[in-house]
């Protein structure tokens, strides 16, 4: 291929990248990735680095796997395309459909597929209303989300989604999604116990829908464990009391599990490790392991039954795409297979735990948490206080840019720099990991006392 100047030249002058500014591009140019194998990255200047974002939380198996494009060019050749509308199916839909079911919990038995957990959370809405409408109760429409959550980047995704930032480009969110306080303890906690704070956030829902009035609310919706808003974990008391508000006003529970599925919290799903019951999963990334693009809507019996009853008018050209279907299949198979969740338990503690933890012995490091393979460490300027520094944000860009400078990928939200890496990460990655992470650490630290 071209120099690397010149592949970001043309990369600078034409490709408009999510969630970049084009005076970073400018000023430096994108490191081009050009290879992939396991946990490790190659760029175009022959570095090696490690993924511990796992791309963009979504390479669950690893990089590179001969098997999963093996299955690709046969499913290509056997049946490019075919859709799933208008009482026609495919192979590849009926058997990942089938073995979702079986994986997923208690009776979510139904899917309705999407490209994208963006799009499977525009489904969701449409689904929610349009069920609370088949049972005679239209009124009820209203979404209750979480201030700081994420929820894609599409119209409804990002209304979802509770992202200031967002929020303020193409005048969102649109109408009938409102948002509570997210459960951060570690931010918003002040002097309260974790537990007292878990439950006072969780009790917003319930306020929520006594000032709207039961009759309007359709459903709430969270990520088992905030994934993009900085690997925010609840408070122990948070799900199971959202759950009990959910079942005494017949809230629809949706667990956005696009992150949180396949494996990276220990358990198949999040909801198995946090508790909850779910009438619908939003799913995506690790469901193919990002290989293809695939996501989806996992319902439960009820809601599947009354949108069944009738016709649901929504769908994608991509919905169920065969070739997304076989490699997610086969994708889920090698998670089996491979006991690659057992895995993840395994490595994660104490291996993985041990070593974050100690992470709280670096004077910038306030806590550290982990969940499974999901990981979050908060830096500050006064552990004893939990401040935030002046330019939320700055400390953070700056740590992981020397992150990327040690050949880390690991990815800062505001001031949290957090960790998502392939469930297939071995123990003498994770010893790199730990190392080149101290680094960047000191080496951020010492250029904040110059
Ligand atoms: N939901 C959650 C929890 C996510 O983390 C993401 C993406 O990061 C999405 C939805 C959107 O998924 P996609 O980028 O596939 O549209």
Redesign the pocket.
Known sequence: HLPTAELQALDAAHHMHPFTTGAELAAKGARVITRARGVWLTDSEGQEILDAMAG??CVNVGYGRKDLAAVAARQIEELTYYNTFFQTTHVPAIALAAKLAELAPGDLNHVFFAG????A?DTNIRMVRHYWAMKGKPEKTVIISRKNG????TMG?ASLGGMAGMHAQGGLPIPGIVHIDQPHWYAEGGDMTPEDFGLARARQLEEKILELGEDKVAAFIG?PIQ??GGVIVPPATYWPEIQRICDKYQILLIA?E??TGFGRTGNWFGSQTVGIRPHIM?I??GLSSGYVPI?GSIVCDEVAEVIGSGEFNHGYTYSGHPVAAAVALANLQILQDEKIVDHVRDVAHPYLAEKWQALTDHPLVGEAQLVGLMGSVALTPDKARRTAFAEPGAVGYRCRERCFANNLVMRHVGDRMIISPPLVIRPEDIDVLIARARKSLDETYTALKA
Do not use: F, P, R
């Open positions: 963009l939380w994208s957990g963006s799009e959370n994420y929820h894609g980047s995704g990520e994934g993009a956005d696009v992150i939003t995506a990334k996501g």
